[in-house]
């Protein structure tokens, strides 16, 4: 079964600092993966998203992320961060079920502080 | 153009009782999928419907029970509540049930509360 593991509950960072938020998942298949920021009391949004092709992808909000095979891993960077990008952040991989729909499976997730 | 909207956006509901969440997708999308989720937790699946038809289900119990309507918007029904059905219920939705490359849209969740 398929899996995302985000091993990272909690980071904080200071505003204009880097961030890095890891990502690893099991999967037998070629994986679709994704990352979706909510913040506080609300829905999720997508920030980007791989299929194939180039391994690095650029998403929404400045945010990019690398997807390398070898080591299982899709982990999100942002060169800067900014307080506003204080949220949690969830990985997921989207398998096809066996009945032609779509299904996500999520991490639970890494909350974001930013210190001004 | 509108986003995926739920209804209510706030409940509380005692243990015992039974609810329906509603949710509407974006215009021209015609696949609903259901999650809950419980607080620290990521979201996790419960349903999908595409044509009305029910395409996925998760592992939950028979009290959890959902339906799509003509129109594609969707019901979320859950019976006999306990206090673990505490969540927040996301519905998203996307264009169509056999492109895993269709972006999957989330509106902004109904919170339930059972005490």
């Known amino acids: 079964a398929q899996s995302v593991t985000q091993p990272d509950i909690h980071i904080t960072v200071s505003e204009g600092a880097s961030l890095e938020l890891r990502c690893n998942y099991s999967y037998g298949a070629t994986p679709y993966l994704f990352w979706y920021v909510q913040s506080p009391g609300q829905g999720l949004q997508l920030l980007l998203k791989?299929?194939?092709?180039?391994?690095l992808v650029q998403g929404i909000k400045g945010f990019e992320a690398e997807f390398k095979r070898s080591q299982s891993s899709f982990n999100l960077r942002k060169p800067s961060v900014h307080w506003s990008d204080a949220a949690e952040y969830f990985c997921a991989v989207g398998p096809i079920l066996t009945g032609g729909g779509n299904k996500l499976t999520f991490g639970t997730g890494t909350q974001l502080k930013v210190e001004l | 153009d509108a986003g995926v909207t739920q209804s209510p956006t706030h409940l509380i509901k005692t243990r015992g009782q039974q609810v329906t969440l509603r949710c509407s997708p974006i215009s021209g999308h015609k696949s609903v999928s259901w999650y809950q989720q419980v607080l620290g937790q990521g979201p996790q699946f419960i349903f999908q419907y595409y044509e009305k038809e029910e395409r996925g289900r998760g592992n939950f119990p028979d009290r959890f029970s959902a339906r799509q309507f003509p129109n594609y918007s969707s019901e979320l029904n859950v019976n006999a509540l306990l206090l673990g059905d505490s969540a927040l219920y996301l519905c998203?939705?996307?264009?169509?049930?056999?492109?895993?490359?269709?972006?999957?849209?989330f509106g902004e969740g109904s919170w339930l509360t059972v005490v």
């Open positions: 791989y299929f194939s092709g180039d391994t």
């Open positions: 998203a939705s996307s264009l169509g049930s056999r492109d895993p490359q269709n972006t999957i849209y």
